[in-house]
């Protein structure tokens, strides 16, 4: 779903169901996680020795269609292939680029990218700089990925001819991987896990312990995906109880410009008057939009299978658990004395009498509303981040 049209979709749910109906179907995406298949692409340069490689894999572990693609340039879809041992895990061949060299972005850009959870980027002699560029940009776009250097029975054989009698297998395998531990070093992308293979001999080289690697790494990769869409989910609620903040924020100087206007109770150590129970009543409207009531957080903890006691301690507004004359009182007084320290003289001169009176009742009522606002969205999205974490 478009990222617009999941907001709107939670704006909606968010006015009709209030938190708990938000917080719900956020629970009910984490919980479809368990069942999301793991999409795994194998990338690089065509004729890197993608579909090759896919088939070395099939032939140990993928069900399904066998790597009917290898050497079959151009592919114009991905093809999809399952793991044998996690039927929840999919490796894609991916159809290469001719062009990636001048614009790995391009390339990448031109994948679905946000389907795939972890790369392979592959790449023969001919390609292993195009390689890197993927490896590099796939490490800025945050993700995972292995660096595999295919046609390793190719670069041996040139090796060889250049080398002649000088030749050594094992110190020409060492000083490649040596220098590709180099270059990763060098363009930081370190810890990149590089394996050297060739997709023409599945027990030689690095081809194994890539398999053995990417079984073991397979439930830390899915826990990554969790945590992903659990990032997703908070970041998605935070931004709806801003928005809230906003609105609330914008329309605060009307209620500070009533309150200060009518002046039905004094508060003793002030030297303005104002209508508390005016504030008092817009307070408990705010608290409730950001899902704060008692009834609604009883509510969330026990979606969690907690008691609210479990909740109170996110709870840091004044207003969140308690809201009374003389809590507001109070507020407002710590508030009118931080306005008076910052005020400056200039500003009080032309203000005599009444004046003084009611600006500094309107601006001091505005700037605590407003804080109250500020206040209890933080211990909503506090209340929504413990909700929702909670089996993390
Ligand atoms: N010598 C050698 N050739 C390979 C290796 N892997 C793939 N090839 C060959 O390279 C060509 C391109 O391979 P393919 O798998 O189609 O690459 P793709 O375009 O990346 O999917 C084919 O002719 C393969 O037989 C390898 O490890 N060694
Ligand atoms: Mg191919």
Redesign the pocket.
């Known amino acids: 779903m478009a990222a617009a049209s999941i907001e709107s979709e939670l704006q909606s749910l968010f006015m009709k169901g209030g938190l708990v109906a938000v917080v719900q179907r956020a629970k009910a995406v984490l919980e479809n996680v368990e069942s999301t298949t793991l999409n795994i692409a194998v990338i690089?340069e065509?004729?890197?020795?993608?579909?090759?490689?896919v088939s070395l894999l099939g032939a140990s572990g993928i069900k399904g269609h066998s790597a009917l693609?290898?050497?079959?340039?151009p592919?114009m879809e991905p093809v999809q292939y399952q793991f044998s041992s996690d039927d929840k895990v999919s490796i894609w061949d991916v159809p290469?680029t001719q062009t990636v060299k001048s614009d790995a972005d391009a390339y990448l850009n031109s994948l679905t990218f946000d389907k795939y959870h972890f790369f392979i980027v592959l790449g023969?002699a001919e390609f292993e700089e195009t390689a890197w560029q993927l490896t590099k940009k796939i490490r800025e776009k945050k993700k995972k990925c292995y660096f595999v250097r295919?046609?390793?029975?190719?670069y041996l054989e040139s090796e060889k001819q250049r080398e002649e009698s000088q030749y050594d297998e094992t110190k020409a395998l060492e000083h490649l991987r040596n220098t590709f531990v180099e270059r990763s070093k060098k363009e930081g992308l370190e810890p990149t896990q590089i394996f050297l293979i060739?997709?023409?001999h599945r027990d030689k080289f690095d081809f194994e312990e890539l398999q053995r690697t990417l079984k073991e790494e397979l439930p830390a990769l899915k826990k990554t995906i969790r945590s992903h869409v659990l990032d997703k989910q908070i970041s998605l609620l935070t931004s709806l109880i801003d928005k809230k903040k906003d609105g609330l924020l914008a329309e605060t100087w009307k209620i500070a410009a009533a309150a200060a206007s009518s002046r039905v109770m004094s508060i003793p150590g002030a030297s303005f008057v104002c209508d508390i129970p005016l504030l008092l009543y817009n307070i408990s409207s705010y608290r409730s939009s950001f899902g704060l009531d008692p009834s609604v957080l009883v509510t969330l903890a026990s979606m969690v299978g907690e008691e609210f006691e479990y909740l109170k301690a996110e709870l840091q507004s004044a207003f969140s658990q308690e809201i009374t004359v003389s809590r507001i009182s109070q507020e407002l007084l710590q508030m009118a004395g931080e306005e008076i320290v910052q005020g400056t003289i200039l500003e009080f001169v032309p203000l005599i009498g009444q004046g003084i009176s009611a600006k500094r009742a309107y601006s001091t009522i505005n700037g605590f509303l407003g804080d109250t606002v500020r206040k209890l969205a933080e211990d909503s999205k506090r209340i929504i981040k413990k909700v929702l974490m909670l089996d993390d």
């Open positions: 690089g065509s004729g890197g020795g993608k579909s090759s490689f693609t290898a050497g079959k340039e592919q290469g023969g295919n046609k390793l029975d190719s060739s997709s023409l």
